[in-house]
């Protein structure tokens, strides 16, 4: 493994980046980076915006140049899937990619969202999954990644809850055994409770908006994890302790997919808690001190 000389990036560092569109709000670059700098790797993560038409050159171009791997964020995922040479298990399984790995000459598609999912549960707010009931709600990228994920680890009941029927039940077969779908009635009964939609984003139209969860439904003695880093308290998040509820943003699910990921990469430990802090500061700078 290259060790960082005093002039870095040099000739001689390592390339691996994201691949999206957009891709420059991405903190990819800057939780990988700030691990590369504390490990003393002469490696460099940076941003390549790729148009969904271009996507299969941007694979050939790894290859062409020497990446050793990318993440891959939206609108990637799942074509991204089709492009690779070999996928994980769990790749194949959720038929999205949101991290590549150069093995020799062939592309390797990996989805490490769920690892970090439940990573973040087991580290930040010590909920262990296994024999517990759970609900998801929404049933995309993330939250059929969330549903295998806690499945894996053991959960009692995966109950998936969404607006397209059709797919809370395809959502719900990841879960296989434990998995079903649901209504917002599982909500009351639950240990934990994921919300996977987009809804409260900085940036979206659904912005401030109330929660697709009724609070009504949450209290004490609960878990309630949104997916949504930014802001870092989502209308869900605070209804949710109103409640008396125990709360978990996104941003540790952020932190430990992509520690997965430099895992793949380096084959070395990821540096977890620089990674946080590095992306903690990120926030803190973007928020103002208000947020802190
Ligand atoms: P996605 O594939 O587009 O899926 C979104 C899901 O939310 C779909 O099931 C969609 O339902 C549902 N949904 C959207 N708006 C809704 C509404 N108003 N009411 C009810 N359901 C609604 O997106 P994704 O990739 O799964 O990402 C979802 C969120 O997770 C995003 O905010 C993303 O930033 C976040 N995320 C966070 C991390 C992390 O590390 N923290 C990782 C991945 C994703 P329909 O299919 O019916 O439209």
Redesign the pocket.
Same mark, same amino acid.
């Given at each position: 493994m290259t060790r960082r000389s005093t002039t870095w990036p040099s000739a001689g560092s390592q390339v691996v980046g994201v691949i999206g569109n957009p891709v420059a709000h991405s903190l990819s670059p800057l939780l990988h980076n700030s691990a590369f700098d504390a490990l003393g790797l002469d490696w460099v993560s940076v941003g390549f915006c790729v148009e969904p038409a271009g996507l299969s050159d941007a694979l050939a171009g790894i290859r062409g140049l020497g990446l050793l791997g990318v993440s891959v964020t939206?609108p990637h995922k799942a074509r991204a899937a089709e492009l690779v040479d070999r996928l994980s298990d769990t790749a194949a399984l959720l038929g999205a990619v949101n991290c590549i790995a150069r093995d020799q000459d062939e592309l390797v598609g990996h989805n490490t969202?769920g690892e970090?999912f439940v990573a973040s549960l087991r580290r930040e707010a010590r909920f262990e999954p296994a024999g517990r009931r759970c609900v998801v709600v =929404? +049933? /995309? =990228? +993330? /939250?059929r990644a969330v549903v295998s994920a806690l499945a894996e680890a053991g959960a009692e009941a995966v109950v998936v809850v +969404?607006? %397209?029927p059709a +797919?809370a039940r395809r959502a719900a077969a990841l879960g296989e055994a434990a998995g079903r779908p649901g209504t917002m009635d599982d909500v009351r009964g639950a240990d934990l409770v994921v919300d %996977? %939609?987009?809804?409260g984003?900085t940036g979206t139209d659904?912005a401030g908006a109330p929660p697709?969860v009724d609070p009504e439904l949450l209290g004490p003695g609960q878990l309630v994890v949104d #997916?949504?880093?930014d802001p870092e308290i989502t209308p869900l998040l605070s209804a949710a302790m109103t409640r008396g509820a125990s709360v978990l943003g996104? #941003?540790g699910?952020?932190v430990h997919?992509a520690a997965v990921q430099l895992r793949l990469w380096t084959g070395l430990e990821p540096p977890v808690d620089v990674m946080w802090a590095a992306v903690d500061a990120a926030v803190r700078r973007k928020n103002g001190p208000a947020a802190q």
């Open positions: 939206m969202d970090g =929404g +049933a /995309g =990228g +993330a /939250g +969404a607006r %397209t +797919a %996977t %939609t987009p809804v984003m659904s697709v #997916l949504v880093y996104g #941003l699910m952020l997919q």
